[in-house]
């Protein structure tokens, strides 16, 4: 398989060292129009393909297109390259609007051509292991998601903070509970610097009795990448600053006394052992890279495909109409693509 | 100087022991209807005279009533204790709503009485600390505030989460924010339980470029006592947990650069030093005592006054109105008290 | 049964408390020289009978004497109590000389009184965790048992840091690994202020192929509480200053391979899971008291009793003599005593 | 310069890498017996020379040589190096006697060719803040330094864990000591699994009044690599797994009371402010190639040379006496190279 990048900035040379390492992938093209960013792969990949003109990939020998350019450019450039008949990898958020999302899935279905969204964290190892507590039942019944993402980093210059950074937790909230069902966003922030939101708080509300919070922030001076699922039977945290023990499972909660009494609380808290799962350390984007192959070869859906990356880009869509209007609730109807 | 606890509770052991320790109090009267809870302080504080009928206390020598009952019980106790002539000490929050505390604050003004809101965070050593630096314009502009306060901690039966945690930190914000106008309250949670709010997040918009957040959360598996000030200049972090570095300024922030430039990013970060002040460690509780009877003694109003709990109990009450409406934002009209 | 305590210093508040809590416990006297602590205790705990003298207390109705005096003091009051045919509960270390040791159990064993070393971490719910889980073999073989005690900590006046700390650690190490032999001591240290070491290192050979370190520090601006216990087949690390997960048993380790090969490693490092046991929180000192009495009543000895305090007093003793020269090993014949 | 590569095995990538990456070096030659890292290095770092002959290596272009082969092995590699004019670069610990040290150093200066030994922390940039701030005298005298160094590691086939792990602890103490006389030495330890030792403590005792330890393991469940640096006025510490604030300096240390007082304690501690100074990021092995080529293009000796290799092997050498004799202490002579 020949697999082409466009797009060769901060992502590019893991793109690109993970693809040369799959035994699939006989050739990488990559393609920039930037010449320090081809100087800078050839001098450490020297046996990368590169191009500086993106007609020339899209009309190309390359199988897959992988799309790791600003987001306003992702759905055009993959339409571009479903079109020519490409299967495409696009980096995360899928698309600036679920109408752009809805066409390139129409589109590849149209093709049978497959869709990766590069939810990275869909293939590490901690999250792996979440989805398995959960689908497991260690936890009974998930009655929070709570995430913060903060840290000092880079202001994107196209988009706000929670399209930045919420993706990544979005698509771990939409994995490890595929069947929850979201009714509604309500989403507060502020912009201090550039008129887009540095900091901002996501709040889904579930039809279930389930509640989910995302924090992100680009102005934090401290670091956090921390995620709390509380169960109605066990709870655990997973946090991924820590560098030996990301999942701990607590054998804590709440017990809810149905008898009434009225000297006694109704609902009490238990605290248990603690137990911290050994986690994988596979890299995270080797097993993305493998996933995409192996779907195209058996003609089959991949793990993240479009459907997930509309998914998150429905809610991120609906976070900036709450945002404007300062935290209003919007329904999101049909959450879930027929 | 006579005071009278109503209420031996929880917190009532601490209250009784600090005002003991007051060398201007002669005699500290406890009452609590619960003969488990006065044999629990006889034979603890021997020295405290017991009463079981709150009728008596309000009507006897006492010059202080503290109020440490369940919050719906606070305006009708307050009232009556002002109404016989007491300065009045009421646990947080000071009211189940603005227009009890409005009275209350009308009536002690009326009698000259005094009120004193016990903000106890406001007397600790860390927040002192955190204040000192906002006001000698450490942090530069302050930008944002954010607090976590999560626990597994005991239900109540009365309040919700909101009203039971956010007072610790809304008084906090107050305290080092005064001058910042809050326009408006946005809340989101849910109730897993018993039908009030086991976990929330509280978000409010200033007048100023500043916003504030609260998570508070009785069914965490970790305990977290954090809040971030996030400011222009340095940005600072309180952690409650640890024990000895509470308060951590780090010279670190984000730099605007005005100058139009195409090819770089128009706001950077800035790493540098962190610096964790030595911070008091006298209990609280005997400052906030010391504070209240030196008002007392000086005809002025204590640091934490009815207004400032009337500050806390309009933004619970904005906080309620949004929860029942997902998010709905609420304005607060006229926030600061004429 | 009545308990008179003679000094009441920093620990004396605690041992009048928990005395004063135990069911079997009629009258609690308590007897220093000094006013201001007779003052201190007859407003905390005005039920306890106050003496100045100690004849007094030794000639009088006490069932037991607790000996909370410096350490040189401990064998004469110790022997004098015995002789007054009182049971005796001594703080640690047990006595200044082995000799002192070995002639008060030797009374009281001619007496049958008993007597309780204060080694207080016994009772403490880590250990006990500690304990269950090497008894259970858990760990395996244990091959070493690493301990540090630093802290900024007040100089004791009549002892260096090693008899003022690793007394704790020793006792500790003594419970969990009862059947191993200790065969030489050596340690170092430094004394830079006042003659007396304020940091010490002290290893412990024994018989089976295991080791013992203790790091005991009153200079370090760090406080660490904290114990490995390595085992051949997991490890396990108990840290006091962790709030909640005192106790972490990790299953990593090394397995070794007996094949020779070439060009393998022969020891390989293992690692996967980890667990943190709940632990009891019940007060130490409350579950010796009781120890204590219930022994008394039941006619048998201690768990903490004379010889395990004359089993710490012997490494104690040796690490004089190996801190002297600078390190040299000591050799310690019949450590257990027979 | 030509740079020579002798060994390519877990550290060789790195070399490479770095001294590719020196504009003053024109060409880098790798050397390895193994086929298998030689083809690794060919595909990473494809214009890199291959050879897998080391005479070849020896007898060719290259200026200098680095030695990254077992220890063991280092003396007759450098010897040969230096015989045929090359300047050399030794891994740590540069050679296993003293002798080797010594005679390697005095063909060097004979021929004027330059050491450069890789202690490698030397360029790390916390190292280098802690070397600042006791020459700025920030912490007063030093007392004592205790360092340790455990993490469950892969065992080494030819060396000990003391020769493995401490030359970097030990490299670290002089460089920030570098006018301490170094009297004797004492380590205890022990060998579970192949007779070498597996965890070690060693003591250093000097002509000052001042004390270092030593704690490295390749058994313990818990990674550690932490310094503690005791001054009278002030102290430090380096924790190399902290993300961000890797260098802490309390103001915090004892106060001797000199004024003898016999109710008072003569020694005090003091607690005051905790500074987290900037750590320069900056890769400690890109430091170390510029400052080796730097040398020799000024013909004077690197700051990590021969001298200092041979003062860590002293203490190596001193350490395996002593380890033989259960602790003894060994004095080491004329510690500082006349």
């Known amino acids: 398989m020949i697999v082409g990048i466009l797009g060769l900035g901060y992502w590019g040379p893991n793109l690109v060292r993970n693809f040369l390492a799959q035994s699939e992938v006989s050739k990488v093209i990559g393609c920039d129009l930037?010449?320090?960013?081809?100087?800078?792969?050839?001098?450490?990949?020297?046996?990368?393909?590169?191009?500086?003109?993106s007609n020339e990939l899209m009309n190309g020998e390359a199988d897959i297109i992988v799309i790791a350019t600003p987001v306003k450019t992702h759905y055009e450039a993959a339409k571009k390259a479903l079109e020519n008949g490409k299967h495409i990898w696009v980096e995360k958020p899928f698309t600036s609007t679920t109408a752009e999302a809805e066409e390139l899935i129409s589109i590849a279905?149209?093709?049978?051509?497959?869709?990766?969204?590069?939810?990275?964290?869909?293939?590490?190892?901690?999250?792996?292991?979440?989805?398995?507590?959960?689908?497991?039942?260690?936890?009974?019944?998930?009655?929070y998601f709570d995430s913060?993402?903060?840290?000092?980093?880079l202001f994107q210059k196209d988009v706000n903070v929670i399209w930045d950074l919420a993706p990544h937790d979005l698509s771990i909230m939409n994995y490890i509970l595929p069947d929850h069902e979201i009714m509604a966003v309500s989403a507060n922030g502020i912009a201090n610097y550039n008129g887009r939101e540095n900091l901002a708080h996501l709040c889904i509300h579930f039809k279930e009795n389930t509640f989910?919070?995302?924090?992100?922030?680009?102005?934090?001076?401290?670091?956090?990448?921390?995620?709390?699922?509380?169960?109605?039977?066990?709870?655990?945290?997973?946090?991924?600053?820590?560098?030996?023990?990301?999942?701990?499972v607590y054998n804590s909660?709440?017990?809810?006394?149905?008898?009434?009494?009225?000297?006694?609380?109704?609902?009490?808290?238990?605290?248990?052992?603690?137990?911290?799962?050994?986690?994988?350390?596979?890299?995270?984007?080797?097993l993305g890279a493998k996933e995409f192959i192996t779907a195209i070869q058996e003609n089959r859906q991949p793990l993240t495909n479009?459907?997930?990356?509309?998914?998150?880009?429905?809610?991120?869509?609906?976070?900036?109409?709450?945002?404007?209007?300062?935290?209003?609730?919007?329904?999101?109807?049909?959450t879930i693509l027929v």
């Open 253 to 286: 909660g709440v017990d809810f006394n149905t008898t009434e009494s009225i000297h006694e609380a109704l609902v009490q808290y238990r605290i248990g052992d603690m137990f911290s799962p050994k986690v994988s350390q596979v890299e995270a984007l080797a």
């Open 34 to 53: 930037r010449p320090e960013r081809l100087k800078f792969i050839s001098e450490r990949y020297p046996s990368v393909h590169l191009l500086n003109d």
């Open 148 to 153: 913060e993402r903060i840290n000092l980093g």
């Open 212 to 248: 989910a919070h995302f924090h992100v922030n680009w102005v934090s001076p401290v670091k956090i990448r921390r995620m709390i699922v509380g169960g109605d039977k066990k709870m655990l945290v997973y946090d991924d600053m820590e560098n030996f023990e990301k999942i701990k």
């Open 109 to 143: 279905d149209r093709k049978n051509l497959k869709i990766f969204v590069d939810h990275t964290f869909i293939y590490n190892g901690a999250v792996r292991k979440m989805k398995e507590l959960v689908e497991a039942n260690e936890l009974g019944n998930v009655i």
């Open 306 to 334: 479009g459907k997930d990356g509309l998914d998150v880009v429905k809610i991120l869509e609906a976070s900036d109409k709450s945002l404007k209007n300062n935290g209003e609730i919007i329904e999101l109807k049909s």
